[in-house]
């Protein structure tokens, strides 16, 4: 697993192992006869109490994959909650023993989120990790630990483990509240293959050579890919040096429209039926700045009237398609900063675990 596998850059080989790192996270966890969806390691924790409350605790990517966990939760009912774990402690957080903290960390060693977890397990909360990395400090330290299986991630950038914190976080809310349906079950198992098309198919590259000497840019959903929006921007911040920020769809109006130019492409983000109108709205809204846009979208006939570009996915139901809007992004950042002639491996003033508060 190490090598390269004729890849430029591991970055770039773990997105495209992205299809296999989904595959392993669902091995024997998913069982489509008995329309059930199990979490071995998690069996002892029982079902979660509607008013638990559920806290997550994570940084960078594995923050955008903790929000994308706790609407999941939100949506069947649980009261859950999002923390960046660096000022979990100073937010004052009231933790009590039905409280459920999980960590959401690829490697399962950073401070920031170790802390947190040990705040909560001193308060007597019951705590849970979601991580990689087997025997890390998170796993040993937590009541409970689900592990995401995505293999090594050598690159800084995390991207694999991302796509599957996303599916793990899935696994874990059917699991905990058992809301597995047979539409959830099946979308999964199609997921790595819908991926693999997009890996195939992406026009991305192109995309990134277009707009390559913007001065910023800008990244915009609305439900679940609202996460993905921030985690796209960090993404090329962090391997392309570039400014880019990451907004739910509707917040652009209320300030960040203003950095909006001819020189600032938009990543917008239209999938699902309820959020492809307001995003059509938010489009009009930056191309009436002069913004080129570019719609990541499993309605391409009709994003295509309104975007300069297309990124197309196919269509994995609500929740499963910003998954593959991520994959989309992803390309983009690696093609742009492959193009800047960066270190996208190892970008510079950043490491792959943070060890330090
Ligand atoms: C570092 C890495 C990021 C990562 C974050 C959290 O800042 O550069 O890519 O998202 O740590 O890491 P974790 O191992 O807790 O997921």
């Known amino acids: 697993d190490a090598g390269k596998s004729g890849h430029e850059h591991y970055m770039l080989k773990e997105i495209y192992e992205q299809p296999t790192a989904i595959r392993k996270c669902l091995r024997e966890r998913v069982s489509e006869m008995e329309e059930s969806i199990t979490v071995e390691e998690l069996s002892d924790l029982g079902t979660l109490e509607r008013d638990g409350p559920v806290q997550f605790v994570a940084c960078g990517t594995s923050f955008h994959a903790a929000l994308y966990g706790a609407r999941l939760l939100r949506e069947q009912g649980i009261h859950a909650q999002c923390f960046r774990a660096s000022e979990y402690a100073a937010e004052s957080v009231p933790i009590h023993s039905g409280t459920v903290v999980i960590g959401v960390t690829q490697s399962g060693e950073t401070a920031d989120t170790m802390s ?73 198992r199609t997921l790595p293959d819908q991926l693999q098309r997009v890996l195939d198919e992406s026009t991305a590259r192109e995309i990134a050579m277009e707009y390559v000497d913007a001065d ?26 570039k400014h880019a920020e990451g907004f739910a769809g509707g917040e652009l109006k209320h300030g960040p429209l203003a950095l909006v130019t001819e020189a600032s492409p938009v990543f917008a983000m239209a999938t699902g039926e309820n959020h492809v109108e307001k995003m059509l709205g938010n489009i009009n809204e930056v191309e009436a700045r002069g913004a080129p846009v570019v ?43 492959n193009e800047l002639g960066r270190s996208i491996d190892k970008p510079r003033h950043l490491a792959k675990s943070v060890t330090v508060e």
């Open 116 to 188: 947190a977890l040990r705040t909560a397990n001193k308060a007597g909360a019951s705590t849970v990790t979601v991580t990689n990395v087997v025997g890390s400090s998170a796993a040993r330290e937590c009541d409970h630990v689900m592990y995401i299986r995505a293999g090594p991630e050598i690159g800084v950038a995390a991207t694999k483990t991302f796509a599957s914190q996303q599916v793990a976080l899935t696994l874990l809310t059917s699991a905990l509240t058992g809301s597995a349906s047979l539409d959830t079950i099946k979308r999964l």
């Open 216 to 241: 910023s840019y800008f990244f915009i959903g609305r439900g679940y890919n609202a996460p993905v929006a921030l985690e796209g921007a960090l993404k090329m911040k962090e391997i392309t040096y």
């Open 295 to 337: 719609a990541v979208t499993d309605s391409p006939a009709t994003l295509s009237q309104y975007a300069d570009h297309v990124l197309e996915v196919p269509d994995a139901g609500p929740r499963l398609t910003s998954v593959l809007a991520n994959v989309q992004l992803q390309l983009v950042s690696y093609w742009v900063a």
